[in-house]
C-alpha cells in the first residue's frame, strides 16, 4: 500500500502556481516518477510491503471539463502522456488536482479514484494546502513529503 508521497518543494510550487493561473476553475496534472518499498524485505513477496511515491516531473494537464466544480483530462491527451512518460520508464505515480474548497475527494474524485488506484494529490485554493490520498476500502490520507529530488525529463 502506498503510505507517502516525496515531491520536491519545487515541484509544490509549480501546482501552487498552475491552481492560480487555472483558477477558479480547477487545475489537473499527472504526477510522473517511481514507487520503492520503504519497508520489508525486497527478498520475500509480500503484499503488505508499504510503498512510496517519488514523484519527479509534473505533467500539466487541460481540464477538458472548463469547470470550478470538476475536472476532466480528454482520453487522446491522457494516452499520449501515459506514453510519453512510459518511453521514459517512469510511471504516472498520482494525479494531482485543485479544489476552491477543502483539500479533500469529492464523491466524483473517489468514484474516479477506483479507476486510477494512484496518490491524489490536491491542492485547495481555498486554504493554500496540499493533502495526498489513496482509496483502498475508504479514502486514506497519506504522508507528504517533501524532498530534494529534481528530475528534467
Known sequence: MIITISISQQHLLDLERISNECYPTEACALLEGTFKTINGSSDVVDDSNDEQADVLAIIRMRNADDSIYSFRIDSNELINAYQEISSRNKEVVGIFHSHSSRAYPSLTDK????????VWLIYSTLSHSFAAFILEDKVVQISLETSAIQYQP
Open 111 to 118: 468514484k474516479y479514484m477506483e479507476l486510477n488506484p494512484v
